[in-house]
């Protein structure tokens, strides 16, 4: 089957990314907080996360491998 390998090599990294969020997210957060309060590195963090929501169709993030 064609593309097969395609999928594990996906699977594989989003796997990576998402530990990597796991890992490294919460101590980002706790450093904005720190820095500007937790209510506005929440605000932040929601900002980043409809600013890359929107940016996804010019990115082509949405489309599926093939």
């Given at each position: 089957r064609a593309g097969t390998g395609d999928r594990g090599a996906?699977?594989?990294t989003v796997t990576t990314v998402g530990y990597l969020g796991f890992l490294v997210g919460p101590p980002l957060v706790g450093a904005a907080a720190q820095a500007?309060?937790?209510r506005t590195a929440f605000a932040a963090l929601a900002l980043v996360a409809a600013v890359l929501a929107a940016?996804?169709?010019k990115l082509g993030l949405?489309?599926?491998p093939g």
């Open positions: 996906s699977v594989a500007v309060g937790l940016a996804t169709p949405g489309r599926a």
